[in-house]
């Protein structure tokens, strides 16, 4: 929540994180030769010593990084989803950013060249596929090894994951392209973001500054509740909210959905 309120609206971007930095350890720590099959002709005709694997698992630690959404799955929202409130949004405590899917896929598309960006659902086996056209110099152009390779190296998660219903987008990014702080981000996020829900247990006292940060923009607030045994939200009239401290519980609570 204090993540959402001094960094992600007021700057308006969103961390491109390093995809071995991910909270699956299947994906932070696992070695590029466990992509794939271990009885793969053409990787042991690529593997002829340590050197490219070692440079491939290096371009995958520093380069290629992730931003990851989360689907509604079927007739399931994602705000109905508690357990992933609980895992990812300070156990009820935080807010659900809500994106326009065809707004997004513009704005990442603006940001990041073609050849450096791939969107795809991830999918929840880790049947290992043979990689595609391997070849002896592959090391010496990594992101396309990586891309090419990218729906059986940078999409697949154990299925105990599956629930997420994740939609990821990879980046190939150095830091050379990053202001040179190592860090990559997905700018001007308002031109996509629709609608910030408040988890069921928000802080009251944290409800004005979200009013305050979206105020005169297109982006609705809804606060979440749980009622009568389902999820319910509530529009925030954004103009009942005068703003100051004092009167941050004369907000009213309108359109119920």
Same mark, same amino acid.
């Given at each position: 929540?204090?993540?959402?309120? %001094? ?19 299947? &994906? ?10 271990? =009885?793969?002709?053409?990787? %042991? ?15 995958? +630690? ?9 689907? =509604?799955? /079927?007739?399931?929202? @994602? ?10 949004? +300070? ?19 603006? +940001? ?25 110099? %592959? ?13 059986? @190296?940078?999409?697949?998660? =154990?299925?105990?994951?599956?629930? %997420?219903? &994740? ?29 910030? @829900?408040? /988890? ?15 105020? /005169? ?11 009568? /045994? ?6 925030? =009239?954004?103009? &009942? ?17």
């Amino acid at each position: 929540m204090e993540t959402a309120i %001094e960094h992600i609206l007021p700057l308006k971007k969103l961390l491109i994180n390093k995809l071995c930095l991910s909270n699956d350890p299947v &994906e932070s720590k696992k070695s590029v030769s466990e992509f794939i099959k271990t =009885n793969s002709s053409k990787w %042991e005709e690529f593997i002829e010593n340590n050197h490219e694997e070692n440079s491939l698992y290096k371009f995958y +630690q520093n380069s290629v990084r992730y931003i990851s959404f989360t689907k =509604n799955k /079927g007739t399931r929202k @994602v705000y109905e989803a508690p357990a992933m409130w609980a895992h990812y949004g +300070q156990k009820h405590k935080g807010v659900c950013l809500v994106f326009d899917k065809k707004l997004l896929k513009k704005l990442i598309k603006r +940001q990041f060249p073609p050849s450096n960006l791939k969107g795809l659902s991830v999918s929840y086996n880790l049947h290992c596929s043979e990689l595609k056209q391997i070849e002896k110099n %592959e090391h010496e152009r990594h992101a396309e090894f990586f891309l090419r390779n990218a729906k059986d @190296v940078l999409f697949k998660k =154990n299925r105990d994951w599956r629930e %997420e219903s &994740e939609y990821r987008y990879v980046v190939i990014s150095n830091d050379s392209s990053n202001n040179g702080n190592g860090l990559c981000f997905l700018e001007n996020i308002n031109q996509a973001l629709i609608a910030v @829900v408040l /988890g069921i247990e928000f802080n009251e006292n944290y409800k004005c500054a979200i009013i305050n940060l979206l105020k /005169g923009s297109h982006i609705r607030v809804y606060q979440l509740y749980f009622k009568n /045994g389902k999820f319910v939200l509530s529009l925030v =009239n954004t103009d &009942e909210l005068i703003g100051s401290p004092e009167d941050i519980l004369q907000y009213c609570l309108i359109d119920e959905l």
